[in-house]
C-alpha cells in the first residue's frame, strides 16, 4: 500500500466550541476538504465530474473522537480509498496531530452517483480510473486493492 494522501489544516478559533475544543460538526468539514484536495490533485474538478455525468455521494460516516484538538493545533488528515466490489467504497481518514497524537479517525462510504439516472453507477473505481491522471492516489495502481482518498 502506498502513502496515504495527506492535508494539512489549522484548527481556527472560531471552529471551537465552549469548552475550548474543535466543535464535532468541524471534523466532517475537514475530512471533505481533504477529499477534495486529493480530487484536485488527480485533476479531477467538479466540472470535470459533472460533464462525465456523475458526483461522489456520501452515504454513512463514522467519526471517533480520540483526543481533543484546540484553536492553533496543527493536524494531517489523511484518506485512503478501500476498493470491495459492487457500486461503493470505503473511505478512511485520520487526523493526527503533528507530534503523532490521532485526534479522530473518519470511516466514509461513499460512491458515485449517476446524475442522470440518480442511481450509484457500478464499479466507482472505474469511473476513478478513467478520470485521474494518477491512480495511485486512488489505491488503483495494477494490482492495488487499497489507497487513496475523495
Not at 36 to 52: D, P, Y
Request: net charge negative; aromatic share 8%; with cysteine.
Amino acid at each position: 500500500m502506498s502513502k496515504p494522501y495527506s492535508v494539512r489544516v489549522t484548527v481556527r478559533g472560531y471552529e471551537t466550541d465552549v469548552q475550548g475544543h474543535l466543535n464535532q460538526a468541524v471534523y466532517l468539514n475537514y475530512a471533505e476538504h481533504a477529499r477534495w484536495s486529493l480530487l484536485q490533485e488527480a485533476g479531477i474538478t467538479q466540472s470535470r465530474l459533472q460533464a462525465h455525468g456523475v458526483g461522489p455521494v456520501a452515504l454513512e460516516t463514522t467519526i471517533r473522537y480520540r483526543r481533543e484538538l484546540l484553536a492553533g493545533d496543527e493536524v494531517d488528515v489523511s484518506c485512503v480509498f478501500v476498493w470491495g466490489g459492487g457500486k461503493t467504497f470505503t473511505i478512511e481518514q485520520t487526523v493526527t496531530k503533528t507530534d503523532g497524537t490521532v485526534a479522530a479517525e473518519v470511516s466514509a462510504v461513499g460512491g458515485l452517483l449517476d446524475l442522470e439516472k440518480r442511481r450509484l453507477v457500478p464499479n466507482p473505481q472505474d469511473v476513478f480510473r478513467e478520470l485521474t491522471k494518477d491512480t495511485a492516489l486512488f489505491g488503483l495502481g495494477s494490482d492495488a486493492a487499497v489507497t487513496g482518498c475523495p
